[in-house]
């Protein structure tokens, strides 16, 4: 291996940054790459970001300096740069040679269909993923802040709790706390709390009697 080269390395988490988890794969692989022959490694860079982005100041960074000094830029894997077809397309017109370590011998014909079907790959998962969420929310599974099931636990202890309520509902509805504000309020004034140990609330208290309804 001959000439000048920059090494460019993208972890996707600051866990696998802080850890190496990831990063020294790579630079292994990079470091095989370049085993013999009479060449410079004049830089490598770092980044800690998500692939999707295309911001990314380290890359930015390993770039200028493949410009300044005519070098060559190294990667593990092509998709440590990106998995955007336009990303690509970008960097190869901007006149900057680059080498995946894992594809050493393809040409810019290659690259472009790899990081079609990489770019292609993520929107299909994206949207697999979405669909899922949906027809779960669909089924009456509750979802959390980020997407996330709650567990079949959580369920079953919010029903349990309906249950050992029950009667308590019963007689403050009887004294007429018949609105599910009137009725947080009181639960709240006597210090009984959700299945979560949480305080009750209008919405809380809705899910509370369609549970007894049920």
């Not at 440590?80 to 894992?102: C, K, P, Q, T, W």
């Not at 993923?129 to 929310?137: D, E, G, H, N, Q």
């Not at 007689?171 to 979560?196: H, Y």
Request: aromatic share 4%; hydrophobic share 45%; with cysteine.
């Amino acid at each position: 291996m001959n000439g000048k080269f920059v090494a460019y390395y993208r972890v996707s988490t600051a866990q696998q940054g802080k850890s190496g988890l990831g990063l020294e794969a790579q630079q292994s692989a990079v470091k095989g790459y370049l085993n013999g022959g009479n060449w410079e490694l004049v830089g490598d860079f770092t980044e800690v970001e998500s692939g999707k982005r295309k911001n990314r100041p380290q890359l930015n960074a390993a770039l200028a300096l493949c410009k300044k000094h005519k070098a060559t830029l190294v990667i593990a894997k092509l998709d440590r740069l990106a998995r955007n077809l336009h990303f690509i397309s970008g960097l190869m017109e901007a006149h900057i040679n680059f080498v995946a370590v894992d594809m050493p011998t393809a040409n810019r014909l290659t690259v472009h269909i790899l990081a079609a079907v990489a770019e292609e790959e993520a929107r299909a998962i994206s949207a697999r993923t979405k669909a899922a969420l949906a027809s779960a929310k669909e089924r009456g599974i509750r979802l959390g802040a980020n997407g996330a099931v709650l567990s079949v636990q959580n369920r079953q202890e919010a029903e349990k709790r309906a249950e050992d309520l029950k009667a308590v509902v019963g007689t403050l509805q009887a004294a007429g706390f018949d609105t599910v504000r009137s009725l947080a309020q009181e639960l709240n004034k006597r210090g009984i709390q959700t299945a979560q140990n949480r305080k009750w609330h209008a919405t809380s208290v809705h899910r509370l009697l369609k549970r007894l309804a049920a």
